[in-house]
């Protein structure tokens, strides 16, 4: 047994689960065990109700749940006496039934857009992982409301096809026992074209072999993990094989694979990231993100009722800042979930602070939750001893569970809490951290990206500025900057795209003047001398924000030197925050000369601008 404390916001734990806590209720009676000794403070009762499922209620003493909600219960109590306030009173029950996290890790141990390390739980072409972390991982999923994990990348690239196979299924069954005891239930990736490596000439789904073959598959699959959530599928996008191949439509692949899972209860997630990745940027008729909206919308109503239709937050690929997707609002008749992205491809890849739980409160409400039936988060985690590389990016995956939890959740309330329960600091001091945190997004911001301009980070490796890195390239990520003008205007007057939008939406994008400012040139093209609403001119708004990002992110640094965070995430972090101002310093000088050498206006204020 490891005794070896782990750095996670789960304060009252450091021993390893025993195995004999295989389900999540015999978990529950351990940690509950455990964390009141460790708290000094006395354990209520726990009382399994098989039918309550995922809810619980904490009253008179007892905590009352389902053979997992018992266990959620457990957690959300000593978390609450961890931190000094309530328990939740009432009934409590997920909003969502499906709270994924997508990993994008490959069967070698990389991680695709992974900035915490190798993989948790690959190595060499199979599944290897130590033990208490795996545990302690559970842990922490099942203590923010993760209910569901996909193991490997949407990209299946070689040996992560075999997980599914007679081969890689009983470590695959192995895992699944693992996070099984804290109600995490399995999901993977898989590849569309399989068939065609089992000697089958084709993936055509409506051909009788390969529907057969599938349903073999998922029979194999679910004999081996009863509980099995289901596949994830990445097709047609990127180079991945799927449908369009065979002349089907996404609807007949996807119900294809659902029928085949459907006996044993999986569900089967397709996610809506298909676009033009070869475009020519010199075709103005193509306009990236109205791809999802143009492939998908006509196929409302035509997908199984166990598809579920996964789409980007934003019409574009995680983005600093989208408007919310307009194929949310285009399929009532299909089950959809919302896909964000943990790992910070183009926020700053978990060197530079970005917490996420603001962006929650503004998806909950431009999104109606009710809107999409299940949420996903491409992973943030990595092998890394404190899980997700900045040691203050755990905000981000404990915040997208509560928001999975809890649509309505108050961001500041969920970043106090994690920071609470991570740190305990005193109260001047924890203020000053959840300040830092709840404003680290818009620093980032405007120091990288403002006004709604997208793409203009350094190509492949997406971190730091490089503004004409994505201008002539194949991927429709073009933000157009002239001499005298810069954005792209997608009303019905430019590409239309602002047209996919239900009307009400429309009107809030659909002039410069009603569009938000943090929105303008992704809908708008303007030129430079456009005043904006508050009398400056776009240009000199592009300066001061990129000046103004960067002394926010430079006062950040000086703020987070003055918290006596514990070690060793003190020195983590501040030798972090010191790269994030080099970034943020780059950024500054080469968007703001970028600009001055197309304009050549010069800054109101005269400050250093390089010719
Ligand atoms: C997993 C972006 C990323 C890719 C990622 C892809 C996706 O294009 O850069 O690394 O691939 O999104 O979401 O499928």
Known sequence: MSTQPRRTWLPFLNADIPAACDTPAKTAAF??????????????????????GESYEIKDGVITGGERGVLYGVYAWLCAKAAGEEPPAGPQKPFYALRMLNCWDNADGTVERGYAGRSLWFEDGRLDWDGPRIRQLGRMLSSAGVNV???????????????????????????????????VRLMTSIEF?????????????????????????????????????GFLVKADSEHRPGPFTYGRTHAEGANMLARAIKPHGGVLVWRA????????????????????????????????????LQVKNG???????????????????????????????????????????????????????????AVAAVSNLGRDDNYTGHPFAAVNLYGFGRFAWDPQSDPEAVTR???????????????????????????????????????????????GPNPSGYEYDLWGTYHKASRDAVGIDRTASGTGYLEQY?????????????????????????????????????????YDDHFEGCAAAEAMGEA???????????????????????????????????????????DEKGRKIYD
Request: net charge negative; charged share 25%; with cysteine.
């Open 149 to 183: 994990l996909c193991v490997n990348n949407v990209n299946v690239r070689a040996d992560a096809a075999l997980l599914i196979e007679d081969e890689g299924l009983p470590e695959l069954a192995r895992l699944a026992a693992e996070f099984r005891r804290f109600g």
């Open 560 to 602: 987070l030197k003055s918290l006596e965070i514990p070690e060793p995430d003190r020195a983590e972090a501040l030798e972090r925050m010191e790269k994030q101002i080099k970034n943020a310093r780059e950024w500054r000088d080469v968007v703001n000369t970028f600009f001055h050498r197309l304009s050549g206006a010069e």
């Open 193 to 229: 074209s399989r068939p065609l490596a089992h000697g089958i000439s084709t993936a055509d789904p409506l051909d009788g072999e390969v529907q057969r073959f599938w349903r073999e598959r998922a029979d194999a699959v679910w004999a081996a993990i009863p509980d099995f959530a």
């Open 273 to 308: 990231f298909v676009y033009n990745c070869m475009q020519d940027w010199r075709d103005t008729s193509t306009d990236r993100p109205k791809a999802a909206y143009e492939t998908y919308a006509q196929l409302d109503g035509q997908f199984d009722d166990n598809v579920i």
């Open 502 to 542: 239900p009307e009400a939406l429309r009107a809030q994008y659909a002039t410069p003047e009603a569009c938000p400012d943090n929105l303008k040139l992704f809908f708008h093209r303007l030129r430079y001398d456009y005043r904006m609403a508050d009398g400056r001119t776009l240009i000199q708004r592009i």
């Open 417 to 463: 809490r994690w920071a609470r329960l991570s740190y305990r600091l005193p109260a001047a001091q924890e203020d000053a951290l959840v300040d830092l945190l709840m404003h680290s997004r818009e620093v980032y911001e405007k120091y990288t990206a403002p006004l709604g301009l997208c793409w203009m980070v350094n190509p492949h490796n997406h971190y």
């Open 31 to 52: 940690e509950l065990e455990l964390g009141c000794k460790t708290l000094g403070i006395e354990a209520p009762a726990l009382q399994v109700m098989p039918d309550m």
């Open 315 to 373: 019409p574009f690929d995680f983005q600093v800042r989208e408007p919310v997707s307009p194929t949310f609002y285009a399929m009532p008749n299909t089950r959809l979930a919302l896909e964000v992205q943990l790992a910070q491809e183009y926020t700053g890849q978990q060197i530079d602070l970005y917490a996420m739980p603001p962006m929650w409160k503004e998806l909950a409400q431009a999104l109606p939750p009710e809107t999409v039936s």
